[in-house]
């Protein structure tokens, strides 16, 4: 089945950002763990910084990740035609 | 198009409307309960009313929401609104474990307790991106359907059913035995009664409506879990700091608590009683090393103290009783002698173990135990992500939206309404810690406050004055991980309107929880084995009688597993999330992603992932074999995804591509509306 032009790069589109996304998904966790005792030099709202994100940052990135890309693809299937309707 | 479109706006104001209502109603409710309270309502009333009021009311919602239609059975009709939807997927994912245990476990291990809420929340994120848009396209009811659309064959499909059972059976026996606990110690009955209890809660609701049903009083539940969580933290958080939101305040009673750690840490009474605890571990393991010697020995002396006593001028009733009584409780043989003596040491030697700062990450010894702790806290946070994003009951709420639109609204929504919860949890543990070690830490043994006896009695707090100083040093309380929240109102001195609402809100956590499991397990095997692979034309009627006899036989197999408190079981929940994580992520993720993956190459990396997991868990947990990288078994996944996805992608590569009509599915689930499908017709 043959796919147009704006259906392909519908989906270019999504992967771009659903890479992008993950990124940001694989910085808030992983080396926020990793250099957890060097962010705990800093301090946020009392917190040593590395237990805050473990605690409360990484969470509200995640909730926001979600958020953001529910967004941009319900309004990339309007731009492309392929929304529901 | 448009009226559809109206309907749903119409169903969405009145949902709204409904649960409103509701919880205005539950807050007035609990209101009165405390007026009643302060006008000397007998304490266990206040635990049979919630326990009545709230069994009542998902009842009610069960038969209300009754069903003979196969699609309200599977899916709910397909019409949850994103909100909603979120809100049943948050009392879906809030289980027992993460209601009662997790603020436990965040007391007890600090920082590194953490690996939890991070894991248990990122997951949502490989949900949103990977899966849920994409199985709500595809639309049909269960997940080993998708395996078996996608990959062809009933092979597939096989595997795939196999691992939904074993991810979610361990699972749900727990969340049953979460019932029975917390039922049997508000009503006062016991245990085993507690637990069919619960199941006769669970069956009147998913068997009457299936998902249906389970959707609505999901939703019902999660207002009950997130208001019972909320309140005690948030009143605690005014009490200590005169701010009634915790998330914030937490962070200067931390430093606080770091302060007095190194008060009591270093006090040296508390050095003594540890040094005490030591010693009595390092009699017992040589009372093990002279087995079965010793346990002769032990045996003589026990019948001589017995004997002493009996022979003296005046003999002690309550002496003799409590001599025959030690002399009963010795280990009848030398096996069961090492096991007990075992567990007796590891138990002194946890409470000898230097205590370390609540905000230190990966506390130990050197730098080698630092990183191994490092890297296993990695691995954890990993595997319970994958994991979240592969669990079928999970996943199958995301079939249940009216549109993919929605679905990606309600990955969403049941991030935050989980958030809501996880956020607070670190929050919680941290003052209540503030709580022990300032009032009860360095008191006088004879007038703790009386919540310490009552949970005491329940075997959940454990003090021993082993220096006999008559004050309460840190090594000498031992708490059990469940007490920390069940215990918070009264730590917090709450009216036990508290209590009650608390164990209302860890009921519904599990009722919630073993609710969708167990109609995963049954919905496995009535629909992808029964209907799928047994008997494709059976009729509409019989479809549902034997979804629902499997219902009950799967509740009564998973309610005596839960009656024989098996400790086995409740430590190998966590492994659920590896097991579903090697299984399934590489199949549905590649499978969506990657049109290139086929059966032959889904059929071995499900096998070798899901084998290599359980090869893992198994060797480490029961067999002793040596972790790799010092990886502990809960976090098998580790080993098992990259396994499998590399499996998958080899073998599929050497075997042929997928046929047009895979590949055509595949593009049929990438777009919400596809106008150049074949005829517009879907696949």
Known sequence: MPL??????????????????????????????????????????????????AAQGSLIIYVAVVWFYARYMNKLDKKHGVAEE | MASRKNNHKIFFLSLSRYYGFYTGGFIGFVTLLAIAEQMGMPNAWIGYIFMAATFGLYAGIGVMSRTADISEYYVAGRRVPAVFNGMATGADWL???????????????????????????????????????YLRKFGQFTIPDFLGARYGGN????????????????????????????????????FTTGIFVGIAGILVCSMLGGMKAITWTQVAQYVILIIAYLVPVVMLSQRITDVPVPQLMAGQVLQKVSEREQEIFNDPQQLK?????????????????????????????????????????????????GAEQSLQNLPRNEIEARETWEREADKLRASAKAPHPHAEPFPGEN??????????????????????????????????????????????????????????????????????YTKLIGSSIADLPAWVAAWGKVGLVRIDD??????????????NPDVILLATPEIAGLPYVVSGLVAAGGLAAALSTADALLLTIANALSHDVYYKMIDPYASTPRRMIISKILLL???????????????????????????????????????????????????????????????????VKFYGMAPWFGIKDIAAGAFGVPAGMFTLVVVSLLTPAPETEVQELVEHCRYPQLMVDTGGKSV
């Open chain 1, 4 to 53: 147009s032009k704006t259906h392909q790069e519908y989906w270019n589109k999504n992967l771009r950002m659903t890479a992008a996304l993950l990124l940001v998904w694989f910085l808030a966790t992983f080396p926020v763990i990793w250099f957890v005792r060097d962010l705990n030099i800093l301090s946020f709202l009392g917190f040593p910084l590395g237990f805050y994100m």
């Open chain 2, 95 to 133: 289980s027992a474990a993460s209601f009662i245990g997790m603020t436990g476990t965040l007391y007890l291990s600090g920082y590194d307790g953490l690996a939890f809420i991070m894991g248990w929340t990122g997951g949502f994120v490989l949900v949103a991106l990977f899966l849920a848009p």
């Open chain 2, 155 to 190: 092979v597939v499909r096989s595997v795939g059913v196999f691992a939904a059972i074993l991810a979610s059976f361990t699972y749900v026996v727990a969340q049953i035995y979460g019932v029975g606990l917390i039922s049997s110690r508000f009503l006062a009955i016991d």
């Open chain 2, 273 to 321: 009683a540890r040094e005490l605890f030591s010693h009595k571990a390092d009699e017992i393991d040589a009372r093990i090393k002279g087995l079965p010697g010793s346990l002769t020995a032990e045996r003589h002396n026990a019948e001589r103290g017995l004997a002493r006593i009996k022979a003296a001028a005046a003999p002690d009733a309550s002496a003799i009783w």
């Open chain 2, 367 to 436: 730098e080698k135990v630092r990183d191994t702790a490092r890297l296993n806290f990695m691995a954890l946070a990993a595997c319970l992500m994958i994991g979240t994003a592969a669990l079928p009951h999970i996943l199958m709420r995301f079939y249940t939206t009216p549109s993919v639109k929605e679905a990606r609204q309600s990955v969403f929504w049941s991030l935050f309404f989980i958030f809501l919860l996880y956020f607070s949890a670190p929050a919680l543990a941290i003052l209540v810690k503030f709580e022990i």
């Open chain 2, 466 to 479: 082993i220096n006999r100083d008559g004050i309460l040093q840190l090594a000498e309380l031992t708490l």
């Open chain 2, 553 to 619: 036989l799967v509740a009564l197999v998973a309610a005596y597993c839960a009656s024989l408190k098996p400790d086995h079981i409740l430590s190998m929940v966590a492994w659920a999330f590896s097991i579903a994580a090697s299984a399934f992520f590489p199949a549905l993720v590649l499978g969506i992603f990657w049109k290139r993956a086929n059966k032959w190459g889904a059929l071995a990396g499900m096998a070798v992932g899901l084998g290599m997991c359980l090869y893992y868990l198994v060797s």
